[in-house]
Structures are given as C-alpha cells and as structure tokens.
Antibody, heavy 123, light 107 residues
Framework: QLQLQESGPGLVKPSETLSLTCTVS??????????WDWIRQPPGKGLEWIGS???????SYNPSLKSRVTISVDTSKNQLSLKLSSVTAADAAVFYC???????????????WGQGTLVTVSS | DIQMTQSPSTLSASVGDRVTITCRAS??????LAWYQQKPGKAPKLLIY???SLESGVPSRFSGSGSGTEFTLTISSLQPDDFTIYFC?????????FGQGTKLQIK
C-alpha cells in the first residue's frame, strides 16, 4: 500500500522560502505510471493544485504560483520536494503531497494522499 | 484555467435521505472529473473518478454521473458518517482545479 508523508518546518517567516519534503513508501517514486503532486489548502478553504513532477524531473506548475515554485524529485531517497519562495500570510495552508496516475492511462485524479502538514507564515 | 463551480455550497439533509451535489465546469472536460470526501483534519479521500467510476472500497451508495460541463454526485441513503465536505476536481487540463466544496450537514 502506497504511503506518503510530508515533513518540514511548520513556521516560515514572511519573504522567506517554504521547503517541504514528501517521502513515499510502499512503492517506487520512479514508477512509470505515477506523477507526484503538491496541493495546498488554506485553513477553512478549498484545495489548490500547486504542481506535479514525474520521476524524470519533468514538471508542471500552476501558473498562479509558477514564478515562486520549484518541485524536485530525489529517486534515490524516494522523495519529492517543494520550495515556495517569497511567502506571505496568504501562503499559510495545509500542504499535501499526492499521487496521480499517468494521464496516458486515464489518470489525473489523486488516489493517494499524505496526511498533510500545516505551514504558518509569521515573523 | 478551467473553473469548477459546485452547488449548493451547503446542503442540509437527514440520515436516510438521497442527496445530489452538482459540479459545473467552465468548459467541456469530457468525463475527466473526480469527487472527493474530506473529513475535518484529514486529507481528501477519492470517491469517484472518470465522472462515474467508483473507487475501490467506496460504498455503493455513492454514485457519479455527467459529462461535458455538468456533473453530479449522488448519495442514495445518507449515513451519519457522510456528513462532511465534498469537492469535485477536473483533470482534463493543467492546471488541475477543484470546486469550492459542498458542506453536507445534518438537518
């Protein structure tokens, strides 16, 4: 059974860079059928897709965040990472990592999720 | 971006009721639509994918229908565990986008 676990600082200062890691267990991040995503949810609000990465390193980002986001993958550690620069209070949210199956296989929906990690932005 | 609009935002119902939640896309997304259930403090849980396919392990009282721009999630007989928040999501095109959510509450 695939499991995803987010980790990283729960508090980030305004204007600094938020950095999170997602560790995948129970399966390989190098699976040819899997894409790996970051999704965020401000407290009490809806879900926003941040971006996606394939094990090759190919990425897709939400245009609304593209200038500030970097998603990377470390296949040797079975991990993906998120960096969000120049954060403000509006970036405070629960951040989830998730998996979606390759669109070529009819995927695009998120069938595995991490438990989420809350990031607060405050000085 | 494809905008997803759910209605209603809040729905009041009783145990045993049949309820329907609607999700409309700003352009055609064929059948590339998923539904999720989210309980407080938890990650969303996939219920339905490709508009009408039931995810493994999800009770059969949940069903989805629709194509193009209009979709519905139906719960045939509400159970106490079903009173929570539901989201739709399109995966026809990047950026993937979600509806704003529907809160299902006890009447």
């Amino acid at each position: 059974q695939l499991q995803l676990q987010e980790s990283g600082p729960g508090l980030v200062k305004p204007s600094e860079t938020l950095s999170l890691t997602c560790t995948v267990s129970g399966g390989s991040i190098s699976s040819s059928s899997s894409y790996w995503d970051w999704i965020r949810q401000p407290p009490g609000k809806g879900l926003e897709w941040i971006g996606s990465i394939y094990h090759s390193g190919s990425t897709s980002y939400n245009p609304s965040l593209k200038s500030r986001v970097t998603i990377s993958v470390d296949t040797s550690k079975n991990q993906l990472s998120l960096k969000l620069s120049s954060v403000t209070a509006a970036d405070a949210a629960v951040f989830y990592c998730a998996r979606h199956m390759s669109p070529s296989l009819g995927g695009g929906y998120f069938d595995y999720w991490g438990q989420g990690t809350l990031v607060t932005v405050s000085s | 971006d494809i905008q997803m609009t759910q209605s209603p935002s809040t729905l009041s119902a009783s145990v045993g009721d049949r309820v329907t939640i609607t999700c409309r896309a700003s352009q055609s997304i064929s059948s590339w639509l998923a539904w999720y259930q989210q309980k407080p403090g938890k990650a969303p849980k996939l219920l339905i994918y490709k508009a009408s396919s039931l995810e493994s392990g999800v009770p059969s009282r949940f069903s989805g229908s629709g194509s193009g721009t209009e979709f519905t999630l139906t719960i045939s007989s509400l159970q106490p565990d079903d009173f929570t928040i539901y989201f739709c999501q399109q995966y026809d095109n990047y950026p993937y986008t979600f509806g704003q959510g529907t809160k299902l509450q006890i009447k």
